[in-house]
């Protein structure tokens, strides 16, 4: 059997932002002096006149993409979730949320993945706060074609957009000829009749092969892959309601705010059902692998297929 192939999405990101500065003038990037980690020295690489370095100052950094994005630019202003969502949130809510501009925030090293870095760079909490801007999009690609796909969507929608990628390489799991993004469009990997498996970024692939080791158990699990967590594909999560009645949300973010708390809002109004939420559970990340983190905080697919199972 062949190996999987495993990319970071980050690099994706970066790879990505090359292509669009090839196609489109109008694309300005910026980093926080952490061009190396976030992969957009890739596209200094490229087009050195239209990379800004910032220096660590993600606040200002914002600012100047708001700056510019007034001017018809298009700017991809990058750093960590942590500075990005967390250090600027005041910044892109009202310098760029507020007055709707064109800008696309690109944040890398989210959740708890990051690893090593520990709990102060885990952050597990952007999704929560970027969808509680108004009019911002809120997006967490699964792999490497869905992230690069997600870039091109972003610079194509106007106004602000949210992107979230991660720091550990995952399986491509969407290189097919029939696969195609487009926001707030919900993507059905699986279908199942016992219970609906919704799951965004790097937990879609363990959905998957945890969904394998529940149909071996004779428990019939759909897969939904959710990239977009705002615009949320209210009629996937209505229809999975209707056909299995249970639904399991899984992603690498607080259960307070996420995934989890958007679909539970469509649920509670328009299709009632069972709910049950997978993600980090109101705690801090720490020091450790990737892989070991993953594992220890139930978002691995043993964890997942053991809590589905129990749950059906």
Do not use: W
């Not at 990319?7 to 003038?25: F, H, M, P, Q």
């Not at 993409?65 to 960590?80: I, Q, R, W």
């Amino acid at each position: 059997m062949s190996e999987v192939k495993k990319i970071a999405t980050r690099e994706s990101y970066g790879n990505a932002l090359v292509e669009l500065g090839k196609k489109y003038d109008d694309v300005v990037v910026l980093d926080a002096d952490l061009a190396a980690a976030t992969k957009t020295g890739t596209f200094k690489k490229a087009f050195p006149e239209r990379h800004i370095d910032c220096g660590i100052a993600e606040c200002n950094m914002v600012g100047v993409a708001a700056g510019l994005a007034s001017t018809g630019k298009v700017p991809f202003a990058s750093s960590f979730a942590m500075f990005a969502a967390g250090r600027a949130f005041e910044q892109i809510r009202n310098s760029v949320g507020y007055p709707k501009l064109n800008v696309k925030i690109g944040a890398t090293h989210a959740s708890i993945s990051v690893g090593e870095d520990g709990a102060t760079h885990q952050c597990n909490e952007d999704l929560a706060l970027m969808r509680t801007i108004p009019g911002m999009v809120v997006i967490n690609p699964s792999d490497d074609v869905e992230a690069r796909a997600a870039v091109e969507a972003a610079y194509h929608h106007v106004g602000p957009v949210y992107l979230r990628f991660g720091r550990a390489a995952v399986p491509v799991i969407n290189d097919n000829a029939d696969y195609k993004f487009e926001i707030g469009k919900a993507i059905t990997l699986r279908e199942g009749t016992d219970v609906t498996i919704i799951a965004a970024g790097l937990t879609v692939s363990e959905s998957l092969a945890a969904a394998e080791k529940l149909a071996a158990d004779g428990i019939s699990a759909a897969v939904i892959n959710m990239h977009t967590i705002k615009p949320l594909d209210e009629e996937a999560v209505i229809a999975a309601a209707a056909k299995t009645g249970k639904i399991v949300t899984v992603e690498e973010h607080s259960v307070i705010g996420g995934l989890g708390s958007a679909v539970c809002d469509v649920v509670a109004q328009k299709a009632p059902a069972k709910v049950m939420k997978i993600g980090v559970n109101d705690v801090f990340g720490e020091s450790g692998p990737a892989g070991e983190l993953i594992k220890k905080y139930g978002l691995d697919s043993d964890s997942i297929f053991e809590k589905v199972k129990a749950f059906v």
